[in-house]
């Protein structure tokens, strides 16, 4: 069998990376190719990477909705967050300006 | 008013010099104390009609001052005539309401006894060490007060002195109160400013550099103003890929402080579920008021409770020329709630740019990275070439432009529709060569990559070898070897560690 490369390995990872950490390691990646003087195989792998860690950024840019949560705390002091609809201006509890 | 108006022959009469006016500077009636009011200001209306007399008992017969025009100091009339009560009345009514710092004027002072009639006007005393002052707070005024008066209370009343001629006393009619003290809010926010200084709250050293690319944004402000639309919709335009938790606080009033203390509370508590991770930044906002209205964002506790906040905090109270003390506690002051959130997430704009870059240097990169290996692959399947039937190799040639145009194509980024092209392409393909592309197209997975069949690796999965030499030179030439030669042999999957046992020189 082939060995599976660390690059390969974390293949997976990709899709749940944070828009800044893909960036980050997208970064890496092109660094590492431009310092050149890789196996070929190596490059191959690292550019296959780079280009999933692209497609996870921009589509995080492209599809990227936001979420408002509201926190809210229970008797005991716990917290938790419940959605708020888009512009929904929630609330008759806290009155204000 | 009468037609009579004796106080004016009296004035005549005198012949006020022009260099003293008939109110004598300053008025005998201002900084002398009223004789002691023991019992309620007088009741009944005033210049207005009113409905009912409120307070019981305690109505003296309180002469106006002890300065009625009789005892004047002014020389040269005492005797001259006789006034009627009423004269002296309206004549004092006139000098209050002809002096222009009587119309409207803020007094200091704490509060006597209060009555309230059954009308709902109020009646009281402001008194200071000394002296005290009849008030009279209608009912209009007083439901628009943000507190009720009760005795004790320092307040600043805003109203108009005006004289109430059943009692023969002078009052103030009230507009509107205020706590004492907010009258001189900017001393009170710079002395508070000075202190808070001084224990080093403010200081630059404190202030903490905000993530450039947040994850979670807390937010403390109200659940139903605009601010909270307002930043929703800029974070939604800039940078749609933050989340947002909104601790819920009051920013006004006497009772916001602790709210706003509480939500900066829960914010730096609150872990998101899927990171276990606190908010990397908190938005603390209002919208813009007065300076009565920010004063939650001047309040001590707030201001320390910012000043303690393990979260970095943007602060973006009012407009831009309003500037709380939390704005000097926090690590940014932005100067509005919007500009707080564009302050605290990248831009997309930016981003997909800075994105693009990247990928124009990946791309560029890795061109330099396989030209090497490509060149030396197309010298092996030249060499392999000669030992193939020409139509074999035909096709061949043909699927080598078909890598590389699909290669050319991932560089581009343009990767939809491969799968597409590459079926079209297969159907141009010989047989022979058809049924092996479809391993190689099944290798490729469903990433839509292109690069594996940029790969030389591709060409392996036919059956070829690249062997290299210790040096890692690619071999095609077996004379460039010798027995007892360590050679490493890449096969489409895995390897071989090698060594020549004898060589074959062909021709």
């Known amino acids: 069998m082939m060995e599976t490369t660390p690059a390969v390995r974390q293949d997976q990872a990709i899709d749940e990376l944070a828009f800044d950490a893909a960036l980050a390691q997208l970064g890496e990646v092109v660094a590492r190719l431009e310092t050149g003087g890789l196996p070929l195989e190596t490059s191959i792998a690292l550019y296959e990477r780079g280009v999933a860690l692209h497609a996870r950024c921009a589509r995080l840019l492209d599809d990227a909705e936001l979420r408002v949560q509201r926190l809210v705390e229970d008797a005991g002091g716990a917290l938790r967050a419940i959605d708020l609809t888009p512009d929904d201006p929630d609330d008759e509890a806290t009155p204000s300006a | 008013m009468s037609d009579d108006r004796p106080w004016e022959r009296w004035l005549r009469r005198d012949d006020i010099p022009t260099d003293g006016p008939p109110d004598p500077e300053p008025p005998p009636w201002a900084g002398e104390p009223a004789r002691p009011a023991p019992g309620q200001p007088a009741a009944g209306a005033v210049p207005r009609p009113r409905g009912e007399s409120a307070d019981a008992g305690g109505e003296t017969e309180r002469g106006l001052t002890r300065r009625s025009p009789s005892t004047s100091t002014r020389p040269g009339h005492s005797a001259s005539r006789i006034w009627t009560v009423g004269d002296v009345t309206r004549a004092m009514r006139e000098v209050v309401r002809g002096a222009p710092a009587f119309r409207d004027l803020w007094v200091e002072g704490e509060i006597g006894q209060v009555t309230v009639s059954a009308a709902g006007h109020c009646y009281f005393t402001l008194r200071d060490g000394r002296s005290q002052l009849s008030c009279v707070f209608f009912r209009t005024q007083r439901l628009g007060s943000p507190f009720e008066l009760r005795t004790g209370l320092r307040i600043v009343a805003r109203g108009r002195l005006d004289v109430y001629d059943a009692a023969g006393t002078y009052q103030l009619y009230v507009e509107s109160v205020q706590p004492a003290g907010f009258g001189d809010l900017a001393l009170r926010f710079e002395a508070l400013k000075a202190r808070l200084a001084a224990e080093g709250l403010f200081d630059a050293a404190r202030r903490r550099p905000l993530a450039p690319s947040p994850r979670l944004v807390g937010l403390a402000t109200s659940p139903s103003g605009a601010v909270l639309h307002d930043i929703q919709h800029v974070l939604r335009r800039r940078w749609p890929l933050v989340r947002v938790v909104l601790a819920p606080c009051q920013v006004q009033g006497d009772a916001a402080p602790p709210t706003i203390v ?214 095609t030439h077996a004379s460039g070897t010798s027995a007892g030669d360590a050679l490493d042999v890449r096969l489409a999957q895995g390897g071989l560690d090698a060594t020549v046992t004898s060589v074959r020189d062909s021709a």
């Not at chain 2, 919007?338 to 930016?350: D, F, I, K, N, T």
């Open chain 2, 262 to 475: 509480a939500a900066l509370g829960r914010l730096a508590r609150w872990r998101d579920p899927g990171t276990m991770a606190p908010p990397d930044v908190i938005i603390l906002a209002r919208g813009g008021g007065s300076l009565e209205d920010l004063w939650a964002f001047n309040d001590e506790r707030v201001v320390r409770a910012v000043a303690a906040s393990p979260v970095p905090i943007v602060t973006g109270v009012g407009h831009e020329t309003d500037v709380t003390l939390v704005d000097f506690a926090a690590d940014v002051r932005a100067p509005t709630p919007s500009a707080a959130a564009e302050l605290v997430v990248p831009s997309r704009a930016e981003a997909a740019a800075t994105l693009r870059a990247v990928r124009g240097r990946l791309d560029a990169a890795v061109e330099r990275s396989i030209a090497g290996p490509r060149l030396a692959l197309t010298a092996e399947r030249r060499a392999l070439g000669r030992l193939h039937p020409a139509a074999v190799l035909a096709g061949e040639r043909q699927h080598a432009a078909d890598l590389l145009d699909r290669a050319r194509r991932a560089m581009d980024g343009r990767l939809a529709g491969d799968r597409a092209r590459l079926d079209r392409a297969a159907d141009r393909m010989p047989l022979l060569v058809r049924g092996r592309l479809a391993r190689a197209r099944a290798d490729l997975g469903s990433t839509g990559s292109g690069l594996a069949a940029l790969s030389p690796y591709a060409t392996l999965e036919r059956g070829y070898a690249i062997v290299r030499a210790a040096d890692g030179h690619v071999l």
